[in-house]
Nanobody, 125 residues
Framework: EVQLVESGGGLVQAGGSLRLACAAS????????IGWFRQAPGKEREDVSC????????YYADSAKGRFTISSDNAKNTVYLQLNSLKPEDTAVYYC??????????????????WGKGTLVTVSS
C-alpha cells in the first residue's frame, strides 16, 4: 500500500533553515508527482511547491520563491523540501502528497488521495 511519511520539522529561529523529507513506499517517486502543502491553525491549507513525475516541472508559491527548494532522490525514494530564510509566518504543519504538477501548481492525480500525516515547522521571532 502507498505510504508517505514526512520528517525534518522542528523549532527554529527566524532566518534559520530546515530540510523536510517525504519518504515514499509502495511506489516510486520517479513515477508520480509530489507536492508539498502547509496548514496553520485556523487557516486554509495552501500549496507550497511541487515536482512533476518527469522532474522537468516545478512550482513554488510566491511565498516560497527564492527561499524553498524541492528536489528528489530516486535512490532513497524520497522528495525533499529545503526551507531557508524561515519566517514566523512559515509556521505550519507541512504535508506531502501524490499530485500532478504543472508550472502553475499541483492538481489532483486521477482521484488519488495519498497524503502523509505531516511534520510541524515552528519558526520563532
Amino acid at each position: 500500500e502507498v505510504q508517505l511519511v514526512e520528517s525534518g520539522g522542528g523549532l527554529v529561529q527566524a532566518g534559520g533553515s530546515l530540510r523536510l523529507a517525504c519518504a515514499a513506499s509502495g511506489f516510486s517517486v520517479g513515477d508520480y508527482g509530489i507536492g508539498w502543502f502547509r496548514q496553520a491553525p485556523g487557516k486554509e491549507r495552501e500549496d507550497v511547491s511541487c515536482l512533476s513525475s518527469s522532474n522537468d516541472r516545478t512550482y513554488y508559491a510566491d511565498s516560497a520563491k527564492g527561499r524553498f527548494t524541492i528536489s528528489s532522490d530516486n535512490a532513497k525514494n524520497t522528495v525533499y523540501l529545503q526551507l531557508n530564510s524561515l519566517k514566523p509566518e512559515d509556521t505550519a504543519v507541512y504535508y506531502c502528497a501524490v499530485v500532478g504538477c504543472s508550472s502553475s501548481g499541483p492538481y489532483p492525480n486521477y482521484g488519488l488521495n495519498y497524503w502523509g500525516k505531516g511534520t510541524l515547522v515552528t519558526v520563532s521571532s
